[in-house]
């Protein structure tokens, strides 16, 4: 890669950020298709996150994928919102154009192509039980619900945010969306009763993690999708595994968001099999 004056500057925001592989694909990519541009992370503090937004706009840079814990808190910052993304209520990628940043969401988009490429699944009609209703959380559930889900299950830490999401994907869906307590002792039937189990916390990237669903939830038949990428393997998919389930990592959502959001600020298809085998490097 040849960094010069005309270098066009992309990178990722988030809180950690260390953890990112996404500019080993990104860069793989501009690099393939002989765009002059680089992409790196950027990890910011939460008490820096207007500093950081107000910069973009000062330092000439493109674009940006936006991660934990910023995907609903960057939306101030914003001019201009897609319309999905509005309704989501959070952006996972940002496009500079003329010093003006438009937030879009790819997140749940990649979620659902990464069901359907890896899987053979298709949303419509099947109950999906989705730990987390932070920003992940909500774009897969839109996405899902707009693709003809038959119900959706979202349990939080937070019980109001997962109450108000389902709300939401049930104001704006014909989909059924329903919120249960942590503690609530229909967790177990309702996973029981379910064709996709999701974690879409940031709980599992570290060893001391507390376990987001009691392994006993998980039966086999279950697919078990940890949106976690790195590690590739979590206490929850270690448990499904042995629970029979089958698994998957957030692996597959990361690349077609990824391929997705470089469309967006290029307007060039992206070389899809070359950021996968990108991807596979870094692991």
Not at 96 to 113: A, E, H, Q
Not at 185 to 209: F, H, Q, R, W, Y
Not at 214 to 239: C, M, Q, S, W
Not at 254 to 283: C, E, R
Request: aromatic residues 6%; glycine residues 10%; charged residues 20%.
């Amino acid at each position: 890669m040849r960094i010069n004056g005309s270098t066009e500057l992309y990178g990722i925001i988030g809180y950690p950020a260390h953890h990112t592989f996404s500019p080993a694909m990104h860069n793989a990519a501009f690099q393939s298709l002989g765009i002059n541009a680089a992409y790196v992370a950027f990890e910011v503090k939460p008490k820096d996150l207007g500093s950081a937004m107000q910069c973009l706009k000062v330092l000439g840079i493109r674009g940006l994928n936006v991660t934990v814990p910023y995907k609903e808190a960057v939306l101030k910052y914003l001019d201009d919102v897609e319309k999905e993304a509005e309704l989501i209520g959070a952006v996972n990628t940002i496009a500079l154009k003329d010093g003006k940043p438009k937030g879009f969401n790819t997140d749940g988009k990649g979620f659902v192509k990464s069901l359907q490429e890896e899987f053979g699944i298709l949303p419509k009609g099947k109950r999906f039980f989705i730990i987390g209703a932070g920003g992940a959380s909500r774009a897969i559930s839109f996405s899902l619900a707009l693709q003809g889900a038959g119900r959706i299950t979202l349990v939080d830490d937070a019980a109001e945010k997962s109450a108000a999401l389902a709300k939401a994907v049930s104001r704006h869906t014909s989909c059924e969306a329903i919120a249960l307590k942590k503690e609530n002792k229909a967790i177990k039937e309702m996973v029981l009763n379910s064709d996709v189990l999701v974690n879409a916390t940031p709980c599992g990237m570290k060893v001391s993690d507390p376990r987001v669903i009691e392994p006993n939830f998980i039966h086999k038949g279950l697919l078990v999708y940890d949106a976690i990428y790195n590690p590739r393997t979590t206490t929850l998919l270690r448990d499904a595994r042995n629970r029979g389930a089958v698994t998957a990592n957030g692996m597959g959502m990361l690349l077609n968001q990824g391929t997705l959001a470089f469309t967006i600020w290029t307007g060039k298809k992206a070389p899809i099999h070359l950021m996968k085998k990108a991807l596979s490097g870094v692991l």
